[in-house]
């Protein structure tokens, strides 16, 4: 069976689409089979995974609209190591046809049932919302993977994430757990990012993943390259943090982790 995360946060450029493909990469390289799910109709995960979102013949569209399965829709990312069920603008007219389709928050759940024997880890980047696309997300995931920046209103931004994630354990999936805060875009040398850390700390314990992803420039790049940072540029610092991310994930959720180094080769 495989660990599903969603990735998300309901604010806009915090680091989702980069945490999920930048994990997915991680995963990857340590022998994990993965499958990234897009669920942004902007397709940022998609393009950033090296796959053209203009031209995917099958997309997560048709997977939650029932017209074809995750085996038929999933493409290889090339480069990456894992395999992407993709997005684009027509998903952004899923929203509204999902409101009179049966089951509209659980299709992604149904669908990835079926596949559940085909990775180890699917990760689902959400888009900025608490959309119907995102409570796909959140009901069809064992846990939710929560990308932040530390700024000044950081504490507030989470708490409000997590009353949300309370309410849709409450209401339509009762495994769903937090497997924890990742600090994103990190600048040790800014006081008051320091101060954050170590509220968040304080507050959530060891919810906050012990890795700290830093503000890096080869992540920023990575994109226009449509690779992750991880395969772009394995060697910056920011693509490191990322696969010590990947290590800490799986020993997280109880996944032999390989010897540094000793990786097995990806799908
Ligand atoms: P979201 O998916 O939450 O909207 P993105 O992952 O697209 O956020 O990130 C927003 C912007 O910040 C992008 O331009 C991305 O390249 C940049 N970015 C993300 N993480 C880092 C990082 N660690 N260092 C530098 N730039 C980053
Ligand atoms: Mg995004």
């Known amino acids: 069976m495989s660990?599903?995360?969603?990735?998300a946060n309901q604010k806009g450029g915090v680091g989702k689409t980069?945490?999920?493909?930048?994990?997915a990469a991680g995963l990857a390289r340590q022998g994990q089979r993965v499958l990234l799910v897009d669920l942004d109709p902007q397709g940022n995960a998609t393009m950033g995974s090296g796959?053209?979102?203009?031209?995917?013949?099958?997309?997560?569209?048709?997977?939650?609209?029932?017209?074809?399965?995750?085996?038929e829709a999933a493409v290889v990312a090339p480069a990456c190591g894992y395999q992407v069920l993709g997005a684009n603008r027509e998903l952004a007219g899923a929203e509204i046809e999902l409101v009179s389709l049966p089951q509209r928050d659980r299709r992604l759940?149904?669908?990835?049932?079926?596949a559940a024997a085909d990775y180890d880890f699917v990760l689902v980047d959400c888009p900025p919302s608490l959309s119907i696309l995102t409570l796909n997300g959140l009901c069809a995931a064992h846990g939710v993977v929560v990308p932040m920046q530390c700024e000044y209103f950081a504490l507030e931004g989470v708490t409000d994430l997590l009353h949300t994630i309370t309410q849709v354990r409450a209401n339509l999936n009762p495994d769903l757990q937090?497997?924890?805060l990742l600090r994103v875009m990190f600048d040790p040398r800014t006081?008051?990012?320091?101060?954050?850390s170590e509220q968040l700390q304080a507050h959530f314990g060891d919810k906050v993943f012990q890795t700290v992803i830093p503000r890096n420039v080869r992540l920023a790049e990575a994109p226009s390259h449509g690779l992750p940072g991880v395969v772009f540029d394995p060697a910056a610092k920011?693509?490191?943090?990322?696969?010590?991310?990947?290590r800490e994930m799986?020993?997280?959720?109880?996944?032999?982790?390989?010897?540094?180094g000793k990786a097995r080769k990806p799908m």
């Not at 660990?3 to 990735?7: E, G, Q, T």
């Not at 980069?18 to 994990?23: A, H, I, M, P």
């Not at 979102?53 to 085996?71: C, F």
């Open 3 to 7: 660990h599903i995360f969603c990735v």
């Open 18 to 23: 980069t945490t999920t493909v930048n994990l």
């Open 51 to 71: 796959v053209d979102k203009r031209e995917l013949p099958l997309s997560v569209y048709d997977v939650l609209m029932g017209e074809a399965s995750v085996a």
């Open 109 to 114: 759940k149904a669908a990835l049932a079926q």
């Open 178 to 180: 937090i497997i924890g």
């Open 191 to 196: 006081t008051l990012q320091q101060q954050v």
């Open 238 to 246: 920011g693509s490191q943090a990322f696969v010590d991310f990947a």
């Open 250 to 260: 799986m020993a997280r959720v109880g996944v032999v982790v390989p010897a540094k």
